[in-house]
T-cell receptor, first 116, second 119 residues
Framework: GAVVSQHPSWVICKSGTSVKIECRSL??????MFWYRQFPKQSLMLMATSNEGSKATYEQGVEKDKFLINHASLTLSTLTVTSAHPEDSSFYIC????????????FGPGTRLLVL | AQKVTQAQTEISVVEKEDVTLDCVYETRDTTYYLFWYKQPPSGELVFLIRRNSFDEQNEISGRYSWNFQKSTSSFNFTITASQVVDSAVYFC????????????????FGQGTRLTINP
């Protein structure tokens, strides 16, 4: 149980294009989903928190217009990197949680984005 | 503010040795949860354990064991008879009620400990 999928796992795109990453909870309903970014050999950096049907809450320093998050249903959240640039290249990981704040976040396998 | 410190950046041991990964946390809240996750080279974070602040019982799961001590604000993780497949980055994380009341639902991560098990 508690499986989270992410698609795509790898994406290479040209600078200036937009990239959409999907995060799905496969066997539970995720009241809250989270998007993280991880640089090589570093810890996870929370980008935003999203609740189903609500606007995402972004962490300080994360551009809302750059990283569009949509949490359309209890099993799906999407992150769109708009007008991607090489500095957006990173490992993006989503997580999903069923229930309240103390419940476990289950993580997806991550998406490696390379912007050329 | 909440903080998690994993002072050991990298640990390297020979297979079958026991190894302990340290985790020290800071919070003013009396209600909080602690977690350990494993991140193998593939990148996916694998959930290992969740412990609430009111349960100080140590836990054992196969070769894995966890020692939670509120007196020292530590939640250490021990792997017994380590195996090459245990090689990964291990993260300790904290979720505290105070962060939630202030509107944040963050899971505060430590910097991670890179564990290498050599054959």
């Amino acid at each position: 149980g508690a499986v989270v999928s992410q698609h795509p796992s790898w994406v290479i795109c040209k600078s200036g294009t937009s990239v959409k990453i999907e995060c799905r909870s496969l066997d539970f309903q995720a009241t809250t989903m989270f998007w993280y970014r991880q640089f090589p050999k570093q810890s996870l950096m929370l980008m935003a928190t999203s609740n189903e049907g609500s606007k995402a809450t972004y962490e300080q320093g994360v551009e809302k217009d750059k990283f569009l998050i949509n949490h359309a249903s209890l099993t799906l959240s999407t992150l769109t990197v708009t007008s991607a640039h090489p500095e957006d290249s990173s490992f993006y990981i989503c997580s999903a949680r069923e229930g309240g704040w103390g419940e476990t976040q289950y993580f997806g396998p991550g998406t490696r984005l390379l912007v050329l | 503010a909440q903080k998690v410190t994993q002072a050991q950046t990298e640990i390297s041991v020979v297979e079958k040795e026991d190894v302990t990964l340290d985790c020290v946390y800071e919070t003013r809240d009396t209600t909080y949860y602690l977690f350990w996750y494993k991140q193998p080279p593939s990148g996916e974070l694998v959930f290992l354990i969740r412990r609430n602040s009111f349960d100080e019982q140590n836990e054992i799961s196969g070769r894995y064991s966890w020692n939670f001590q509120k007196s020292t604000s530590s939640f250490n993780f021990t792997i017994t008879a380590s195996q090459v497949v245990d090689s990964a980055v291990y993260f300790c994380a904290l979720s505290a009620l105070g962060d939630i009341i202030q509107g944040a639902q963050k899971l505060v991560f430590g910097q991670g400990t890179r564990l290498t098990i050599n054959p």
